[in-house]
């Protein structure tokens, strides 16, 4: 059965040309990278390099400044945990991904001080909020810079400069944005975190980026055992990943970001399609400040999970996959006004770089009558 997939925030697949790059560290260059030694470990650290080059070119960073991790789950934890004291203060959003506000929960219950911010009904939260909400005590402001259910751009360089004049350090969930929209460290944040596998590399790396700066930012590491990465991460270096982490990032850097407005019409196609067969559909999200593959869609009085369940031929999502356990509806679509029938009514697409017209024709018409046949049955019921 053909199947169309849709789901790029939760997960991208890899890039044939990313596996063939990871390949010869399976079998043939399979040294460990902290051996220096023998030439095993040397050509094991020297594709490690080459690969923390690569990762930072994406962000414009230097490749110092980058500590590989398994992935962005874990440069959060390091990066909040990291920093966080007892009776110090942390300031987010409420519309932030579960890895930061778990974390900042947890914080909050071992003595922290969080402000959580609201957002406006695109998810934009006002600078002004931020400013407003640091205090003496605040040691970090944390907020993504691209929303993974609707895909709204926060104006992170707006936030990274109040934050530096107020002596505070920022840290931004990448993850969604990096090999999407251009990133620059310098001008954006202190902290980034990023992971590979939502541009088309491997599951199980990330990086955490630490902006080199006076003062130097000073991280507790969350993990010890053999001072790797820094010492600021400890563990063998998981070295075929960590290749195709770099291989991915140099792919997203020259094709990736300049490929979006494509990806763009693509998406502005499907929404055009959706809109002229499909009655009671609202768009989620910026109307303009948003991700090119990114759509929310709302569709009135269709469940969300009764129409993906009569569409099995297109694989979309009604929100995070960290959160797909959770019989709640999204917090990011209640937080921006939504009401709980709506929340879960509600649709996300997440378009790539592999997805054709075809695609889009087809996902287009499927859902179409996904949602004509739920309305259909509801009225019967009714």
């Known amino acids: 059965m053909r199947i169309v997939y849709l789901d790029n925030h939760a997960t991208t697949p890899l890039d044939p040309r990313v596996l063939d790059a990871m390949l010869p560290y399976f079998t043939q260059i399979f040294g460990n990278a902290a051996s220096r030694q023998h030439e095993f470990g040397w050509r094991a650290e020297a594709a490690v390099e080459r690969a923390r080059r690569q990762v930072a070119a994406l962000v414009g960073a230097s490749p110092e400044e980058v500590i590989f991790t398994s992935g962005a789950t874990e440069s959060i934890n390091l990066a909040l945990r990291g920093i966080a004291r007892r009776g110090s203060h942390i300031v987010t959003v409420a519309t932030e991904h579960h890895a930061v506000l778990d974390t900042a929960g947890a914080l ?135 290749v195709g982490f770099g291989a991915a990032a140099e792919i997203a850097l020259k094709e990736g970001i300049p490929g979006q407005s494509a990806i763009a019409n693509r998406r502005d196609r499907l929404v055009g399609m959706l809109r002229e067969k499909i009655d009671g559909l609202t768009i989620n999200g910026h109307p303009e400040q948003r991700l090119a593959n990114n759509a929310s869609v709302t569709f009135e009085h269709a469940s969300a999970g009764a129409v993906m369940m009569a569409m099995k031929d297109v694989a979309v999502s009604a929100g995070s996959a960290c959160s797909s356990a959770s019989s709640e509806p999204s917090h990011v679509l209640r937080e921006i006004g939504l009401s709980r029938e709506a929340a879960e009514s509600t649709i996300r697409f997440g378009l790539s770089r592999f997805t054709t017209d075809e695609e889009i024709a087809f996902a287009a018409e499927r859902v179409t009558e996904a949602v004509r046949e739920v309305r259909s049955r509801a009225l019967a019921h009714a």
């Open 108 to 242: 909050e219950r071992e003595g922290c001080q969080v402000t959580l911010l609201p957002v406006d009904q695109y998810g934009m939260v006002d600078p002004d909020d931020i400013s407003k909400a640091i205090r003496p005590e605040t040691v970090l402001v944390t907020v993504m810079a691209a929303n993974n259910e609707i895909g709204t751009l926060a104006p992170i360089r707006e936030i990274a400069v109040l934050c530096r004049d107020r002596g505070v350090i920022f840290h931004s969930d990448a993850t969604q944005a990096a090999g999407r929209i251009p990133l620059q460290l310098e001008e954006m944040a202190d902290l980034l975190s990023l992971s590979a596998h939502k541009m088309h590399g491997p599951k199980g790396i990330g990086a955490l980026i630490i902006r080199r700066r006076k003062p130097p930012i000073e991280l507790i590491p969350q993990i010890t055992g053999g001072g790797h990465e820094r010492g600021l991460r400890s563990g063998t270096p998981n070295v075929p990943a960590i």
